[in-house]
Protein backbone atom coordinates (compact mmCIF):
# COMPACT_ATOMS: atom_id res chain seq x y z
CA UNK A 1 0.00 0.00 0.00
CA UNK A 2 1.70 3.36 -1.15
CA UNK A 3 1.76 6.80 1.24
CA UNK A 4 -0.75 8.55 0.14
CA UNK A 5 0.11 12.65 -0.66
CA UNK A 6 -0.98 15.33 1.72
CA UNK A 7 -3.57 18.08 -0.55
CA UNK A 8 -1.23 20.98 1.30
CA UNK A 9 1.95 19.19 -0.03
CA UNK A 10 2.31 21.63 -2.68
CA UNK A 11 5.76 20.01 -4.10
CA UNK A 12 4.59 16.57 -4.29
CA UNK A 13 1.33 17.62 -5.97
CA UNK A 14 2.96 19.04 -8.50
CA UNK A 15 5.13 16.50 -9.10
CA UNK A 16 2.47 14.34 -9.53
CA UNK A 17 0.32 16.49 -11.84
CA UNK A 18 3.85 16.18 -13.99
CA UNK A 19 3.47 12.29 -13.63
CA UNK A 20 -0.15 12.44 -15.13
CA UNK A 21 1.15 15.07 -17.59
CA UNK A 22 -2.62 17.12 -16.88
CA UNK A 23 -3.09 20.80 -17.65
CA UNK A 24 -2.02 22.88 -14.63
CA UNK A 25 -4.94 24.84 -14.87
CA UNK A 26 -7.01 21.58 -13.95
CA UNK A 27 -5.06 21.65 -10.33
CA UNK A 28 -5.75 25.36 -9.85
CA UNK A 29 -9.46 24.76 -10.24
CA UNK A 30 -9.33 21.85 -7.87
CA UNK A 31 -7.87 24.02 -5.46
CA UNK A 32 -10.22 26.77 -5.44
CA UNK A 33 -12.63 24.81 -5.50
CA UNK A 34 -11.21 23.02 -2.19
CA UNK A 35 -9.43 25.31 -0.77
CA UNK A 36 -10.82 28.64 -1.49
CA UNK A 37 -14.59 28.45 -2.07
CA UNK A 38 -15.35 25.31 0.52
CA UNK A 39 -17.09 22.92 -2.38
CA UNK A 40 -17.42 19.46 -1.83
CA UNK A 41 -14.77 16.93 -2.61
CA UNK A 42 -17.30 15.57 -5.42
CA UNK A 43 -17.30 19.21 -6.92
CA UNK A 44 -13.70 19.58 -6.30
CA UNK A 45 -12.72 16.53 -8.22
CA UNK A 46 -14.79 17.07 -11.15
CA UNK A 47 -12.79 20.23 -12.05
CA UNK A 48 -10.10 17.05 -13.14
CA UNK A 49 -10.16 15.29 -16.56
CA UNK A 50 -12.39 12.52 -15.71
CA UNK A 51 -9.85 9.96 -16.38
CA UNK A 52 -7.53 11.57 -13.98
CA UNK A 53 -9.40 11.30 -11.22
CA UNK A 54 -9.45 7.53 -10.17
CA UNK A 55 -5.45 8.13 -10.19
CA UNK A 56 -5.66 11.29 -8.10
CA UNK A 57 -8.27 9.86 -5.50
CA UNK A 58 -6.07 7.04 -5.03
CA UNK A 59 -2.84 8.67 -4.14
CA UNK A 60 -3.86 12.22 -2.67
CA UNK A 61 -5.92 12.52 0.77
CA UNK A 62 -7.79 15.23 0.91
CA UNK A 63 -8.61 15.26 4.76
CA UNK A 64 -6.88 14.21 7.47
CA UNK A 65 -9.56 14.48 9.97
CA UNK A 66 -13.12 12.51 10.23
CA UNK A 67 -15.91 14.61 11.31
CA UNK A 68 -17.36 12.89 14.91
CA UNK A 69 -19.84 15.27 15.25
CA UNK A 70 -21.75 18.76 15.16
CA UNK A 71 -23.31 20.25 17.77
CA UNK A 72 -25.43 24.00 17.19
CA UNK A 73 -25.92 26.47 19.78
CA UNK A 74 -29.60 26.96 20.19
CA UNK A 75 -28.70 30.58 22.12
CA UNK A 76 -26.26 32.29 19.46
CA UNK A 77 -24.74 31.14 15.69
CA UNK A 78 -22.29 29.23 17.08
CA UNK A 79 -21.33 25.45 16.06
CA UNK A 80 -19.13 22.95 17.68
CA UNK A 81 -17.38 20.34 15.33
CA UNK A 82 -15.75 17.44 16.88
CA UNK A 83 -13.08 15.68 14.69
CA UNK A 84 -11.48 12.60 15.21
CA UNK A 85 -7.32 12.10 14.39
CA UNK A 86 -6.22 9.20 12.86
CA UNK A 87 -4.74 7.94 16.19
CA UNK A 88 -8.42 7.84 17.32
CA UNK A 89 -8.16 11.44 19.78
CA UNK A 90 -10.63 13.75 19.42
CA UNK A 91 -10.45 17.28 18.86
CA UNK A 92 -13.00 20.30 18.21
CA UNK A 93 -13.13 23.02 16.34
CA UNK A 94 -15.52 26.29 16.51
CA UNK A 95 -17.74 27.90 14.01
CA UNK A 96 -18.71 31.53 15.38
CA UNK A 97 -21.95 33.82 13.40
CA UNK A 98 -21.40 36.50 14.40
CA UNK A 99 -24.09 39.30 14.56
CA UNK A 100 -22.62 41.48 12.22
CA UNK A 101 -22.18 38.44 9.54
CA UNK A 102 -18.68 37.99 9.86
CA UNK A 103 -18.19 34.12 10.49
CA UNK A 104 -14.93 33.01 12.46
CA UNK A 105 -13.41 29.55 12.90
CA UNK A 106 -11.57 28.93 15.64
CA UNK A 107 -9.23 26.08 15.08
CA UNK A 108 -7.17 23.60 17.65
CA UNK A 109 -3.02 23.66 17.50
CA UNK A 110 -3.03 20.74 19.69
CA UNK A 111 -4.50 17.77 21.39
CA UNK A 112 -5.21 19.24 24.65
CA UNK A 113 -2.74 21.63 26.18
CA UNK A 114 0.79 21.68 28.31
CA UNK A 115 -0.17 25.08 29.91
CA UNK A 116 -2.46 24.45 32.58
CA UNK A 117 -4.12 27.50 33.01
CA UNK A 118 -6.80 27.44 36.07
CA UNK A 119 -9.77 28.66 34.31
CA UNK A 120 -9.13 26.56 31.24
CA UNK A 121 -11.09 22.89 30.67
CA UNK A 122 -8.41 22.21 28.11
CA UNK A 123 -5.83 22.62 30.19
CA UNK A 124 -6.69 20.09 32.56
CA UNK A 125 -6.80 17.16 30.28
CA UNK A 126 -3.31 16.28 31.53
CA UNK A 127 -2.07 15.65 27.74
CA UNK A 128 -0.70 17.84 24.94
CA UNK A 129 -0.27 16.17 21.55
CA UNK A 130 0.92 17.85 18.57
CA UNK A 131 -1.48 18.32 15.71
CA UNK A 132 0.30 17.87 12.19
CA UNK A 133 -0.04 20.68 9.70
CA UNK A 134 -2.57 18.79 7.71
CA UNK A 135 -4.67 18.08 10.62
CA UNK A 136 -4.94 22.06 11.45
CA UNK A 137 -5.46 22.96 8.19
CA UNK A 138 -8.09 20.54 7.32
CA UNK A 139 -10.46 22.21 10.53
CA UNK A 140 -10.22 24.83 8.00
CA UNK A 141 -11.62 23.28 4.89
CA UNK A 142 -14.35 21.46 6.32
CA UNK A 143 -15.48 23.90 8.10
CA UNK A 144 -15.28 25.85 4.72
CA UNK A 145 -17.46 23.10 3.26
CA UNK A 146 -20.06 22.97 6.21
CA UNK A 147 -20.46 27.15 5.38
CA UNK A 148 -20.67 26.75 1.81
CA UNK A 149 -23.68 24.32 2.72
CA UNK A 150 -25.53 27.39 4.23
CA UNK A 151 -24.33 29.75 1.50
CA UNK A 152 -21.81 31.46 4.26
CA UNK A 153 -18.33 32.26 3.07
CA UNK A 154 -15.56 32.11 6.26
CA UNK A 155 -13.64 35.46 7.08
CA UNK A 156 -11.54 35.07 9.76
CA UNK A 157 -9.39 32.02 11.21
CA UNK A 158 -8.41 32.13 14.94
CA UNK A 159 -5.78 30.03 16.97
CA UNK A 160 -7.67 29.63 20.14
CA UNK A 161 -8.93 26.43 20.58
CA UNK A 162 -7.17 23.27 21.90
CA UNK A 163 -3.65 23.78 22.60
CA UNK A 164 -1.06 26.45 22.32
CA UNK A 165 0.09 26.98 19.20
CA UNK A 166 3.78 28.09 20.03
CA UNK A 167 3.91 24.88 21.56
CA UNK A 168 3.78 23.21 18.34
CA UNK A 169 5.79 26.09 16.60
CA UNK A 170 7.18 24.44 13.34
CA UNK A 171 3.37 22.64 12.74
CA UNK A 172 1.80 26.45 13.25
CA UNK A 173 4.45 28.24 10.39
CA UNK A 174 3.76 25.47 8.01
CA UNK A 175 -0.19 25.89 8.54
CA UNK A 176 0.24 29.48 8.07
CA UNK A 177 2.63 29.11 5.09
CA UNK A 178 -0.39 27.46 3.43
CA UNK A 179 -3.00 29.46 4.78
CA UNK A 180 -1.92 32.30 3.40
CA UNK A 181 -0.13 30.83 0.24
CA UNK A 182 -2.02 32.14 -3.05
CA UNK A 183 -2.19 28.93 -4.81
CA UNK A 184 -3.87 27.15 -1.70
CA UNK A 185 -6.44 29.08 0.85
CA UNK A 186 -4.77 32.42 -0.07
CA UNK A 187 -6.47 33.96 3.65
CA UNK A 188 -5.31 37.47 3.76
CA UNK A 189 -2.86 37.52 6.76
CA UNK A 190 -4.93 40.22 8.48
CA UNK A 191 -7.89 38.10 9.26
CA UNK A 192 -5.85 35.31 10.78
CA UNK A 193 -4.94 35.63 14.74
CA UNK A 194 -2.65 33.46 16.93
CA UNK A 195 -3.51 33.24 20.61
CA UNK A 196 -0.93 32.51 22.96
CA UNK A 197 -0.56 32.25 26.86
CA UNK A 198 2.93 34.55 26.67
CA UNK A 199 6.31 32.68 25.05
CA UNK A 200 8.25 35.86 24.35
CA UNK A 201 10.45 34.80 22.12
CA UNK A 202 8.43 32.33 20.41
CA UNK A 203 5.87 35.51 19.83
CA UNK A 204 8.86 37.38 18.73
CA UNK A 205 9.67 35.06 16.23
CA UNK A 206 6.45 34.85 14.92
CA UNK A 207 5.93 38.51 14.35
CA UNK A 208 9.26 38.22 12.83
CA UNK A 209 8.14 35.65 10.10
CA UNK A 210 4.65 36.51 9.46
CA UNK A 211 4.64 40.40 10.70
CA UNK A 212 1.02 40.88 9.26
CA UNK A 213 -0.67 37.92 10.96
CA UNK A 214 -2.91 39.31 14.51
CA UNK A 215 -1.38 38.44 17.46
CA UNK A 216 -3.10 37.78 21.08
CA UNK A 217 -1.43 37.85 24.27
CA UNK A 218 -3.61 35.87 27.12
CA UNK A 219 -2.63 38.26 29.86
CA UNK A 220 -5.87 38.22 32.70
CA UNK A 221 -3.07 39.94 34.96
CA UNK A 222 -0.86 43.20 35.35
CA UNK A 223 0.48 41.30 38.53
CA UNK A 224 2.65 39.45 38.30
CA UNK A 225 1.55 36.50 41.71
CA UNK A 226 -1.82 37.10 40.61
CA UNK A 227 -0.95 36.02 36.56
CA UNK A 228 0.98 33.05 38.40
CA UNK A 229 -1.63 31.63 40.74
CA UNK A 230 -4.06 31.56 36.99
CA UNK A 231 -1.24 30.53 34.69
CA UNK A 232 1.44 28.41 35.86
CA UNK A 233 3.55 29.58 33.06
CA UNK A 234 4.15 32.50 34.09
CA UNK A 235 6.35 31.87 36.57
CA UNK A 236 8.35 30.95 33.90
CA UNK A 237 7.90 33.88 31.58
CA UNK A 238 7.29 37.26 34.06
CA UNK A 239 5.86 40.11 33.16
CA UNK A 240 8.57 41.74 32.39
CA UNK A 241 9.50 39.58 29.52
CA UNK A 242 6.25 39.57 28.14
CA UNK A 243 6.07 43.43 28.09
CA UNK A 244 9.89 43.48 26.77
CA UNK A 245 8.21 40.82 24.00
CA UNK A 246 5.39 43.07 22.86
CA UNK A 247 7.85 46.37 22.48
CA UNK A 248 9.65 44.45 20.25
CA UNK A 249 6.42 43.36 18.19
CA UNK A 250 4.93 46.50 18.21
CA UNK A 251 8.31 47.43 16.74
CA UNK A 252 7.77 44.44 14.31
CA UNK A 253 4.71 44.45 12.78
CA UNK A 254 2.42 47.61 10.33
CA UNK A 255 1.92 50.85 12.52
CA UNK A 256 -1.98 49.96 11.82
CA UNK A 257 -1.56 46.21 13.67
CA UNK A 258 -2.22 46.41 17.56
CA UNK A 259 -1.99 43.01 19.69
CA UNK A 260 -5.03 41.79 21.09
CA UNK A 261 -4.72 41.55 24.59
CA UNK A 262 -6.88 38.77 26.07
CA UNK A 263 -8.10 39.68 30.12
CA UNK A 264 -10.57 37.15 31.46
CA UNK A 265 -12.14 38.78 34.68
CA UNK A 266 -12.68 36.56 37.40
CA UNK A 267 -14.67 38.14 40.53
CA UNK A 268 -12.13 39.10 43.34
CA UNK A 269 -9.18 37.99 41.46
CA UNK A 270 -8.51 40.75 38.74
CA UNK A 271 -11.05 42.56 38.40
CA UNK A 272 -10.87 45.57 41.20
CA UNK A 273 -10.37 49.00 40.11
CA UNK A 274 -6.74 48.84 41.86
CA UNK A 275 -6.47 45.46 38.89
CA UNK A 276 -7.62 48.21 36.26
CA UNK A 277 -4.67 50.60 37.25
CA UNK A 278 -2.32 47.95 37.45
CA UNK A 279 -3.32 47.00 33.35
CA UNK A 280 -3.29 50.70 32.51
CA UNK A 281 0.37 51.24 33.60
CA UNK A 282 1.31 47.65 32.67
CA UNK A 283 0.20 48.76 28.83
CA UNK A 284 1.14 52.24 29.01
CA UNK A 285 2.96 52.82 25.40
CA UNK A 286 1.93 49.64 23.97
CA UNK A 287 0.18 49.45 20.69
CA UNK A 288 -2.43 47.07 22.23
CA UNK A 289 -6.29 46.37 21.77
CA UNK A 290 -7.30 44.90 25.19
CA UNK A 291 -10.74 42.27 24.61
CA UNK A 292 -12.49 42.25 28.22
CA UNK A 293 -13.69 38.29 28.28
CA UNK A 294 -16.70 36.50 30.67
CA UNK A 295 -15.21 33.46 32.49
CA UNK A 296 -16.97 30.24 31.24
CA UNK A 297 -17.05 28.26 34.70
CA UNK A 298 -15.74 24.68 34.44
CA UNK A 299 -16.14 21.62 37.28
CA UNK A 300 -12.12 21.82 37.75
CA UNK A 301 -12.51 25.33 39.46
CA UNK A 302 -14.91 25.63 41.45
CA UNK A 303 -13.01 28.54 43.39
CA UNK A 304 -13.18 30.92 40.27
CA UNK A 305 -16.18 32.68 39.11
CA UNK A 306 -16.86 35.31 36.04
CA UNK A 307 -17.57 38.75 37.51
CA UNK A 308 -20.53 40.13 37.39
CA UNK A 309 -21.95 42.54 34.03
CA UNK A 310 -21.54 45.45 35.98
CA UNK A 311 -18.34 45.12 36.91
CA UNK A 312 -17.27 43.78 33.63
CA UNK A 313 -18.70 47.43 31.99
CA UNK A 314 -17.21 49.07 35.26
CA UNK A 315 -13.55 48.07 34.46
CA UNK A 316 -14.18 48.44 31.09
CA UNK A 317 -14.86 51.92 31.13
CA UNK A 318 -11.68 52.73 33.55
CA UNK A 319 -9.26 51.45 30.75
CA UNK A 320 -11.21 53.45 28.25
CA UNK A 321 -11.02 56.61 29.85
CA UNK A 322 -7.33 56.01 30.09
CA UNK A 323 -7.16 55.69 26.64
CA UNK A 324 -7.24 51.93 25.95
CA UNK A 325 -8.68 50.70 22.88
CA UNK A 326 -11.28 48.64 25.01
CA UNK A 327 -13.87 45.56 23.77
CA UNK A 328 -15.98 44.25 26.22
CA UNK A 329 -16.55 40.48 24.43
CA UNK A 330 -20.38 38.00 25.06
CA UNK A 331 -19.55 34.57 25.14
CA UNK A 332 -20.82 32.27 22.49
CA UNK A 333 -21.27 28.41 22.24
CA UNK A 334 -21.72 28.07 26.35
CA UNK A 335 -24.66 26.13 25.73
CA UNK A 336 -22.65 23.46 23.87
CA UNK A 337 -19.40 23.79 25.20
CA UNK A 338 -18.05 25.43 22.79
CA UNK A 339 -16.79 28.67 24.46
CA UNK A 340 -13.31 29.45 25.57
CA UNK A 341 -11.86 27.16 28.47
CA UNK A 342 -14.60 24.24 27.55
CA UNK A 343 -13.20 22.35 24.91
CA UNK A 344 -13.20 18.42 25.44
CA UNK A 345 -11.19 16.59 27.24
CA UNK A 346 -13.12 13.41 29.02
CA UNK A 347 -13.79 11.52 26.02
CA UNK A 348 -9.73 11.82 25.69
CA UNK A 349 -9.12 10.68 28.93
CA UNK A 350 -10.94 7.60 28.43
CA UNK A 351 -9.47 6.88 24.85
CA UNK A 352 -5.95 7.05 26.60
CA UNK A 353 -6.62 4.97 29.52
CA UNK A 354 -8.37 2.82 26.96
CA UNK A 355 -5.38 2.43 24.98
CA UNK A 356 -2.71 2.29 28.17
CA UNK A 357 -4.93 -0.20 28.74
CA UNK A 358 -4.75 -1.87 25.50
CA UNK A 359 -0.57 -1.59 25.98
CA UNK A 360 -0.08 -2.57 29.49
CA UNK A 361 -2.03 -6.28 28.56
CA UNK A 362 -0.19 -6.60 25.26
CA UNK A 363 2.76 -6.04 27.21
Not at 104 to 131: D, E, H, P, R, Y
Not at 285 to 299: A, E, Q, S
Amino acid sequence: MIDRLSIYDRQSIEQLWRELRVDPHALRRFRNVLLKHGGSDEAALAELPEDVRPSFAERVELHALELHSRTDSRQDGASKLLFRTCWDMLIESVILRIATGRTTLCVSSQVGCAAACQFCATGKMGIAQNLAPAEILDQVVQARQLLASEGRTLRNVVFMGMGEPLHNEESLYATLESLTAAELFHQPPSRILVSSVGLPDAMIRLARRFPAVHLALSLHSANQQVRAGLMPLARRFPLAELRRALVEINRIQPANTEVMVEYLLLAGVNDSPEDAAELIAWLAGLRVHVNLIPYNPIDDAPHLAGSDRPARESFGARLKAAGLKTTIRYSLGADVAAACGQLVRKENRRRISVQSSGLTQRS
